[in-house]
């Protein structure tokens, strides 16, 4: 039976969505027992007295690149274009991009216009691929001045700006180079944190390794289809759009031999929760993993659905409509118990919505 896409809908007030991050030691926690029910409130700070020594916490390091640019000159004031798949530059000569107009509806670019970007870059439109109320998907070139970057990422890093959700509604600060960046970040090519791993500072990873916690690493680059509002009439018409991943091959035998002696795998966001899942077939195999798992997931998790290698995800308070939102119910057991239940509980506590703010463990 197909379920409608409005059943993931629901009213946020604007004074719980989180502007800026709590400091590190009063970020909230919400834990829910999926075997019992039984929802608990504690402080982020204290994950380590829910885990068992031996518990496997995985990781997504992939970087935040400063995607978004600016056009320049009057005529273009307040139009930026944000690079969705830039960790693919330079290896691929047509760009996807997405422009955005801050102020009013977005505005159409015809193939053949060339955009003046901050830097002295151009981007020379090519087509369009996808064009909704709220942004169009261009395919195009960008071109470099003569005096050009060695990298893409140098030219992000001097010209570029952290493309922040549009939903915390305030410019970017010089603070959020820090904030909206994982503190083990390492591979960049990312549009978007996975902001569940926002919540670990360095100490609390040391404390976790103390506590014999085994800590892994995979790479997911997040697109914009990550965090895409549906757009279908139902849950199971949506599809998501493919994203970069790679587990080395130590990283896929540490979780091959954790998933034998039956150990438990928590993903630290869906975003490490859907790389897990993608490579299920090899990491539940009886046979030993001989390489690194590399690929394009297009994995789309919401319930009914069975985790293979998951038996936890650590996540943050999502955006309605969403597949995270949808991945996010499906571990939990079902929409109605995240929603009508979690969700409800925490909206009568303090907890606090979206990239920057608080977090849930389900396990």
């Not at 030993?288 to 798992?293: E, K, N, R, T, W």
Request: hydrophobic share 40%; charged share 20%.
């Amino acid at each position: 039976m197909s379920v409608s896409t409005q059943c993931y809908d629901f009213e946020i007030p604007p004074e719980r969505v989180a502007a800026h991050p709590r400091p590190k030691a009063s970020q909230l926690l919400l834990t829910y027992t999926k075997a019992t029910g039984e929802i608990n409130h504690s402080t982020f700070s204290r994950l380590g007295a829910f885990l068992h020594p031996g518990d496997v916490m995985v990781f997504n390091d992939s970087k935040v690149l400063p995607a978004k640019v600016h056009l320049c000159g009057e005529k273009w004031s307040g139009q930026f274009l944000i690079l969705l798949r830039p960790y693919a530059f330079p290896d691929e000569q047509c760009l996807l991009l997405k422009e955005v107009q801050v102020i009013s509806s977005a505005q159409r670019f015809e193939p053949g216009s060339i955009l003046p970007l901050m830097g002295g870059a151009q981007f020379a439109v090519q087509g369009v691929i996808q064009s909704a109320e709220e942004y169009t998907h261009y395919r195009g070139v960008l071109h470099f001045p003569e005096a050009k970057p060695t990298t893409l990422e140098a030219y992000l890093n001097t010209w570029g700006e952290l493309p922040l959700p549009p939903y915390l509604n305030r410019p970017t600060l010089p603070q959020d180079r820090q904030d909206y960046q994982t503190s083990y970040a390492s591979h960049p090519g990312s549009i978007a944190a996975p902001t569940a791993g926002l919540h670990f500072s360095p100490a609390l990873l040391h404390h976790l390794a103390l506590a014999e916690i085994e800590l892994l690493r995979v790479t997911l680059h997040i697109g914009y289809g990550t965090f895409r509002a549906f757009s279908t009439a139902t849950v199971e018409e949506h599809h998501m759009d493919p994203e970069h991943y790679s587990v080395s091959k130590e990283t896929a035998l540490s979780l091959w031999r954790a998933l034998r002696e039956g150990r438990r795998v928590i993903a630290v966001g869906t975003t490490s929760a859907r790389t897990l899942e993608t490579v299920a077939d090899t990491l539940c195999s009886d046979v030993a993993p001989s390489g690194d798992l590399v690929g394009e997931s297009r994995l789309f998790i919401y319930p009914p659905f069975t985790f293979r290698v998951l038996s936890g995800l650590i996540t943050n308070f999502h955006y309605p409509r969403t597949s995270v939102l949808a991945l996010t119910a499906a571990m939990c057991g079902g929409r109605d118990i995240l929603i009508d239940t979690i969700y409800q509980e925490a909206l009568r506590r303090d907890y606090l919505w979206f990239s920057y703010g608080d977090a849930m463990l389900i396990y």
